[in-house]
């Protein structure tokens, strides 16, 4: 395929960017994140509880070992007998800066050596010595506090007299003669210096968990990456945005089995209306200026409003006089005839098979004006459906009949469907629905339907909230467009969810 500034052109003469895609928007991340927070704050709340619940057991006594400190401070003189004193073995106090800094240096040398461990052990007549000796010394002075540290009292205070005793004679070698004027003698520990803080530990394992929470979420966000502006796919493919669709209030229904919003209820906003009848006289010049009839609608996955917007396109067609057939091509599910009519019928599958004919299968509703074809029930064999030798015949029919033919097809990145059914259309719009899938997933959609012998006409932004005003769009609450409920491409009827696509 050939390249051109930096675009990457395909066989339908439209380009797309080869890199760019992974740019950073700061606001957008920004903006990620406060939608993070809001939708999974119960993650924090969680991980919070789980942190406290953990370092509450931490220090409970499941894991918690009491350990015991005893300490003693000191005084260091080093230096010979005085020629006095010599024969009492006195000794001169001799202290400047050099010593102070070679005690601080030596003084954790010696603690660690194993000479100093092996005359604590031969000095308490033990195999191990059952504790750790810690020293630390005062900067710029002689004076050092010794520590010991061990799961018995008694041996933490034996341990540290022994040191103190011993510690001159193995000194001797590296530092000089020394001896210790003592401060603070040992003591015997009577209770754990590590006892536990119950709610300093809770509440430290609170903000780990908190911490994580905040992690995850900034971590869902920078990774997110799905479009929430058309500017994000303008640098990366030269489709047209041709309508931006503000979201519609949920509660637009008017029984329990009807869940999708409708051109002719009152109660749907008015900016919702316009953008419809703007997009239907754009698809309407489009196709005529191509003197085609017949419209695929699709998406790259499930929940994007393509159903709606479909309809709605077929009423305001309708209302403009224009005869319409809405034919519902997604035959691995096949509910548009629930939201229509309501009634058991036969659809396009029974149509192509010679099953019925055309007249026999389509149904008016009269509302709105639109001629109906749709099934009741999913096909499995979809593929001979698609390929069978009449389906050429049943499409020309309808273009024959019809002036607008809109196929209402399943997602583009589940199945083939959309890309044969794109081999027998006149032009393609394609749905995309704010922030709910990635750029790469849509650009990969796309280009495989521009290999198709039918143009795409450009797509339509669905779904743009108020909160992201800045664009001149409208928002209204949450989507009404609701579901498509494939999952695993299972048909259970999901009627605890708002709404279907």
């Known amino acids: 395929m050939a390249e051109k500034n930096g675009y990457q052109k395909v066989d339908s003469g439209s380009y797309r960017k080869l890199d760019g895609d992974d740019v950073i928007d700061l606001g957008t991340l920004f903006w990620n994140i406060i939608q993070g927070f809001l939708k999974f704050w119960w ?40 020629t006095a004193d010599s024969g009492n073995g006195t000794y001169n106090f001799y202290y400047d800066t050099t010593t102070a800094g070679q005690l601080a240096r030596t003084f954790p040398y010696i603690l660690s050596s194993s000479l100093l461990t092996d005359a604590i052990k031969e000095d308490l007549g033990v195999e191990a010595v059952n504790g750790s000796i810690s020293a630390q010394a005062i900067s710029e002075s002689n004076m050092i506090t010794m ?11 034996a341990i540290l007299e022994s040191a103190i005793k011993v510690y001159p004679d193995i000194a001797r070698f590296v530092i000089g003669d020394t001896r210790f004027n003592i401060i603070d003698e040992p003591t015997m520990p009577d209770e754990p210096y590590n006892k536990p803080s119950y709610r300093a530990q809770i509440k430290k394992g609170g903000l780990y968990g908190a911490g994580a929470g905040i992690l995850l979420i900034c971590l869902y966000a920078f990774f997110k990456k799905t479009v929430q502006k058309p500017e994000e796919l303008k640098s990366a493919m030269s489709l047209t945005c041709i309508a931006n669709i503000p979201e519609a209030p949920r509660k637009l229904r008017k029984q329990k089995d009807q869940r999708w919003i409708r051109m002719k209820d009152d109660r749907t906003p008015q900016a919702f209306k316009e953008n419809i009848q703007s997009l239907q006289i754009r698809i309407s010049r489009e196709l005529e200026e191509r003197g085609g009839k017949l419209l695929l609608i699709t998406s790259t996955m499930p929940e994007e409003g393509k159903s709606t917007l479909a309809y709605n396109l077929a009423a305001a067609a309708a209302s ?14 096949q509910e548009d005839r629930k939201h229509l009519t309501g009634e058991i019928g036969r659809g396009l599958a029974s149509v192509v098979t010679g099953k ?13 004006g639109i001629d109906f074809l749709g099934g009741s029930r999913p ?25 607008l033919i809109i196929l209402d097809a399943p997602p583009a990145e589940m199945f083939e469907d959309a890309s044969i059914l794109a081999e027998r259309a006149d032009g393609i719009l394609y749905i995309i629905r704010y922030d709910m899938v990635q750029k790469r997933r849509i650009l990969d959609c796309i280009q495989g339907l521009e290999d198709a012998k039918a143009p795409l006409l450009g797509y339509a932004f669905n779904g743009i909230p108020v909160h992201r005003g800045g664009y001149g769009y409208y928002g209204y609450g949450r989507y009404g467009y609701g579901y498509y409920g494939y999952g695993s491409y299972s048909y259970e009827d999901r009627k605890k969810r708002g709404a279907h696509d």
């Open 320 to 333: 403009h006089g224009v005869k319409v057939l809405f034919v519902d091509a997604d035959l691995r599910k």
């Open 147 to 157: 520590s010991v540290i061990s799961q018995s009292p008694e041996d933490a205070k």
């Open 379 to 403: 096909i499995k064999k979809v593929q001979q459906i698609l390929n069978h030798s009449r389906f050429e015949a049943v499409l020309q029919e309808m273009k024959e009949r019809w002036d």
């Open 43 to 82: 993650l924090v709340i969680l991980l919070m509880a789980i942190g406290a619940g953990a370092f509450y057991l931490k220090a409970s006594r499941i894991f918690y070992m009491p350990m015991y400190q005893s300490s003693a401070t000191f005084t260091v003189l080093t230096g010979g007998a005085s």
């Open 356 to 368: 019925c004919t055309l007249e026999e299968a389509v149904r008016n509703e009269e509302e709105t």
